[in-house]
């Protein structure tokens, strides 16, 4: 089925520890985005790719980067994972000529 | 960056009735989108509405730019219309999006 696929669904974090997360989608869609909700807060945006070889901050860039590794995947990573980053992040996409955003299922991650 | 104020952040209705979901902002933006938020925590686009009025079903959904709002209109509510409501604005060339912190509601049989 078409859509925003994510990987891993869960995930537990020692503080310290490194991750990637995965985000890939077969929309054919230009710009894909990385998100956190947090409780209360609504989404917040990370990092966004609008286009295929670019990246650019959002609102809450610190302790991620990301790698949009081709037109199809868009990676965020976390260096050093701190508590604070416990949170469930979504991936998204769209399109040049659709500009609603289709979302992944999302990533539950805990940070201890 | 836009402050994006939803209301009510509360909203319980019996099965059966009408209800208007509100988005204030606060700077002007080209794109406008409305999510829900289903209890198992997946995101559907609702609407992409930057002006005017657009209807799917029992939803509609209505922006006016120039004054910096847009409403969600859900009539004839079904307990599967539960879970969180999302305005979310935005104005980049990127197309970013900037996320209000919802509506949650809870229809009952």
């Known amino acids: 089925n078409a859509g925003v696929t994510q990987t891993p669904k869960f995930q537990v974090l020692k503080t310290g520890q490194s991750m990637t997360l995965q985000c890939a989608q077969d929309?054919?869609?230009?710009?894909m985005y990385w998100y956190r909700q947090d409780p209360g807060m609504g989404l917040r945006l990370i990092y966004y790719?609008?286009?295929?070889?670019?990246?650019d901050k959002g609102e809450v860039p610190n302790g991620y980067n990301v790698s949009r590794l081709n037109k199809r995947e868009f990676s965020l990573r976390l260096e050093s994972a701190a508590p604070s980053q416990t949170s469930v992040y979504f991936c998204?996409?769209?399109?040049?000529?659709?500009?609603?955003?289709?979302f992944g299922s999302g990533t539950r991650l805990t940070v201890v | 960056g836009i402050q994006v104020e939803q209301s009510p952040p509360d909203l319980i209705l019996q099965e059966g009735a009408n209800s208007t979901l509100r988005c204030n902002f606060s700077?002007?933006?080209?794109?406008l989108q409305w999510f829900h938020q289903n209890p198992w925590g997946q995101l559907i686009n609702l609407f992409y509405i930057p002006s005017g009025t657009k209807q799917n079903g029992r939803l509609s959904a209505t922006t006016v730019a120039t004054e910096r709002y847009s409403l969600l209109y859900i009539s004839s509510s079904q307990t599967t219309d539960s879970g969180v409501y999302f305005c979310a604005v935005g104005r980049g060339t990127g197309n970013q999006f900037y996320f209000g912190t919802g509506t949650s509601l809870t229809v009952i049989p």
């Open positions: 700077d002007s933006v080209n794109n």
């Open positions: 998204a996409s769209s399109g040049y000529n659709d500009y609603g955003y289709t």
């Open positions: 929309m054919n869609h230009n710009s």
């Open positions: 790719s609008a286009s295929e070889g670019t990246t």
